[in-house]
Protein backbone atom coordinates (compact mmCIF):
# COMPACT_ATOMS: atom_id res chain seq x y z
CA UNK A 1 0.00 0.00 0.00
CA UNK A 2 1.14 3.88 -0.58
CA UNK A 3 1.38 6.51 1.81
CA UNK A 4 -1.71 7.53 0.10
CA UNK A 5 -3.78 4.97 0.95
CA UNK A 6 -2.66 4.76 4.30
CA UNK A 7 -3.52 8.02 5.15
CA UNK A 8 -7.10 7.79 3.65
CA UNK A 9 -7.83 4.65 5.50
CA UNK A 10 -6.10 6.64 8.52
CA UNK A 11 -8.89 10.06 8.01
CA UNK A 12 -11.55 7.61 7.80
CA UNK A 13 -11.07 5.78 10.94
CA UNK A 14 -10.36 9.48 12.56
CA UNK A 15 -13.32 10.63 11.06
CA UNK A 16 -15.54 7.48 12.31
CA UNK A 17 -13.66 8.10 15.96
CA UNK A 18 -15.10 11.68 15.90
CA UNK A 19 -18.62 10.95 14.94
CA UNK A 20 -18.60 8.82 17.75
CA UNK A 21 -17.81 10.68 20.28
CA UNK A 22 -19.66 13.49 18.95
CA UNK A 23 -22.81 11.47 18.85
CA UNK A 24 -21.92 10.15 22.76
CA UNK A 25 -21.58 13.93 24.10
CA UNK A 26 -24.94 14.75 22.10
CA UNK A 27 -26.88 11.46 23.92
CA UNK A 28 -25.53 12.94 27.23
CA UNK A 29 -26.45 16.94 26.41
CA UNK A 30 -29.94 15.61 25.18
CA UNK A 31 -30.51 13.72 28.49
CA UNK A 32 -29.45 16.44 30.55
CA UNK A 33 -32.08 18.58 28.79
CA UNK A 34 -34.86 15.80 29.41
CA UNK A 35 -33.86 16.01 33.27
CA UNK A 36 -33.67 19.51 33.54
CA UNK A 37 -37.45 19.51 31.60
CA UNK A 38 -38.93 16.89 34.21
CA UNK A 39 -36.98 19.14 36.92
CA UNK A 40 -38.84 22.14 35.99
CA UNK A 41 -42.49 20.45 35.47
CA UNK A 42 -41.79 18.92 39.23
CA UNK A 43 -41.10 22.29 40.60
CA UNK A 44 -44.01 24.25 39.32
CA UNK A 45 -46.28 21.09 40.44
CA UNK A 46 -44.46 21.74 43.81
CA UNK A 47 -45.57 25.63 43.95
CA UNK A 48 -48.50 25.61 42.43
CA UNK A 49 -50.37 22.28 42.82
CA UNK A 50 -48.61 20.60 45.68
CA UNK A 51 -51.37 19.96 48.26
CA UNK A 52 -52.90 22.46 50.15
CA UNK A 53 -52.27 23.89 53.57
CA UNK A 54 -55.71 23.76 54.52
CA UNK A 55 -56.89 20.10 53.20
CA UNK A 56 -53.88 17.59 54.27
CA UNK A 57 -51.17 19.37 55.71
CA UNK A 58 -50.56 22.36 58.47
CA UNK A 59 -50.29 25.53 57.13
CA UNK A 60 -46.64 25.95 57.75
CA UNK A 61 -45.87 22.92 55.88
CA UNK A 62 -46.72 24.10 52.31
CA UNK A 63 -43.71 26.99 52.36
CA UNK A 64 -41.33 23.94 52.23
CA UNK A 65 -43.29 22.69 49.19
CA UNK A 66 -43.05 26.05 47.36
CA UNK A 67 -39.67 26.33 48.85
CA UNK A 68 -38.29 22.70 47.26
CA UNK A 69 -40.50 24.24 43.98
CA UNK A 70 -38.21 26.95 43.64
CA UNK A 71 -35.06 25.11 43.81
CA UNK A 72 -36.51 22.88 41.40
CA UNK A 73 -36.96 25.26 38.54
CA UNK A 74 -33.66 27.07 39.19
CA UNK A 75 -31.93 23.52 38.95
CA UNK A 76 -34.35 22.73 35.87
CA UNK A 77 -33.41 25.89 34.14
CA UNK A 78 -30.12 25.59 34.81
CA UNK A 79 -29.75 22.11 33.03
CA UNK A 80 -32.09 23.29 30.29
CA UNK A 81 -30.17 26.20 29.12
CA UNK A 82 -26.72 25.46 29.88
Not at 11 to 25: E, N, P, R, S
Request: charged content about 5%.
Amino acid sequence: MGIKTDLIIGLIIVAIIVLIVAAIIASIILALKAVGLLFVLFGIFMMFFFPGAGEYQESWMSSTGVIVGIICVILGAAMLFL
